[in-house]
């Protein structure tokens, strides 16, 4: 048996043999799939299926890492605006290496060992092995961590558009922002330190304010503040930061209104989530005497949107560049076996699972 190997390698090279022997051996994938809307510790059920071989213009690849992000769990709760197709595979984000190439690779610049993201969404990403057509993935550079590789297209990429598509943002602008301790608001504020933009960041209060203050400035952070220190402060009215041009918002209700308060002329406040469940409201002298313009953002109708963009490449190119040196890290988090999936949920649901810790499935 040795000696055929050996005689295999020679004849088609170590790398088609690892492809040929996938390929005839049956890989079980484990999936998390669930059957109706509901508590994703109850609806969720983890399950073993047989994965075919991939074909033309397909590649299998094995999941290294798979998060929990809040808009997984809406939509296993059935709140989310996109509704799935029962039965449903959870996750919207992993990263992955190439285990297998469909046919004969032709026209397909990946390769068996190849990290990769997916960059659509709506796949089903919790399971420990998956065919993808090969222009939904894309290649991730070696140096590029798992936990950082498997968080890059939701949360850094929300950031990265509000800042460059709403205000054209120069060294020494202010943005403001609530919700400054979440995985997005993470970003934001490392995005903002890359690009020389004062970022003030907004928190609800709590017993470790300080430290937390301390670890959001160490990452970048010009200041923040707690939101009941919103309401009076004199930053900007004492010139010790520009007035704001742009303020983002995921928390909505008085929050968001007390971010307008501090926008300057024609600034421009843009809405990406809602965790206060409370509506956005607008005072009426802020539209007509300051001319403040207030839009709403979500990731996945920019990413359908600029599917063959050059400016995608351009963004997950510079995002690569700033996790290779350090700029960029990926947000706490705790990689959790998969087959502890329901603690994982559980504990997501919980606020803190969201701006505390991010969860990723390990495989």
């Given amino acids: 048996m040795a000696q055929l190997v050996r005689q295999l390698r020679k004849t088609v090279g170590s790398a088609h043999l690892f492809q ?4 005839h051996m049956s890989v079980m994938a484990k999936v998390l799939r669930y059957g109706e809307f509901g508590e994703p510790a109850k609806v969720l059920q983890l399950q073993e299926e047989s994965v ?3 074909k033309q213009g397909e590649v299998l690849i094995k999941t290294l890492g798979a ?5 997984d769990i809406n939509t296993i709760q059935g709140k989310y605006p996109v509704k799935p197709t029962f039965p449903a595979v959870g996750g919207n984000e992993c990263v992955g290496e190439v285990v ?3 046919g004969d690779g032709s026209g397909n610049s990946l390769k068996v060992g190849d990290r990769v993201v997916p960059f659509a969404t709506g796949l089903g990403t919790w399971r420990s092995h998956a065919i993808y057509a090969a222009n939904q993935l894309m290649k991730v550079p070696a140096s590029v961590g798992v936990p950082e590789a498997a968080t890059i297209t939701v949360n850094p990429c929300t950031g990265y558009r509000m800042l460059k598509d709403f205000v054209a943002l120069k060294p ?5 922002q ?3 301790n979440s995985a997005c608001g993470l970003a934001i504020i490392q995005l903002c330190r890359a690009w020389n933009v004062e970022c003030v960041g907004v928190v609800r209060d709590r017993p470790e304010f300080a430290q937390l203050k301390d670890h959001l400035k160490g990452l970048g952070a010009a200041e923040i503040l ?3 220190e919103l309401r009076t402060t004199k930053l900007f009215k004492d010139g010790i930061f520009r007035r704001p041009r742009l303020a983002l918002n995921c928390v909505g209700g008085k929050s968001a209104l007390e971010l307008a308060r501090q926008l300057d002329q024609a600034g421009v406040m843009v809405t990406y989530g809602g965790m206060s469940r409370e509506p956005v409201t ?5 539209l007509i005497f300051k001319d403040l313009r207030f839009v709403g953002f979500w990731m996945t109708r920019w990413t359908k949107e600029h599917a063959a963009s050059p400016l995608r490449s351009e963004m997950f190119n510079e995002l690569f560049g700033l996790i290779d040196r350090g700029a960029l890290k990926a947000p706490a988090h705790e990689m959790i076996p998969f087959e502890e999936y329901s603690a994982a949920v559980t504990n997501a649901l919980n606020i803190q699972g969201f701006v505390g810790k991010k969860y990723i499935f390990r495989f």
């Fill in 178 to 180: 609530n919700g400054a």
């Fill in 20 to 23: 040929l022997s996938v390929r």
């Fill in 282 to 286: 607008v005072p009426t002298a802020s």
């Fill in 100 to 102: 297998a190439i469909g």
């Fill in 52 to 54: 075919p071989d991939p």
């Fill in 67 to 71: 998060p929990i992000n809040p808009a």
């Fill in 226 to 228: 707690t939101e009941e």
């Fill in 172 to 176: 020494g602008d202010t943005v403001i």
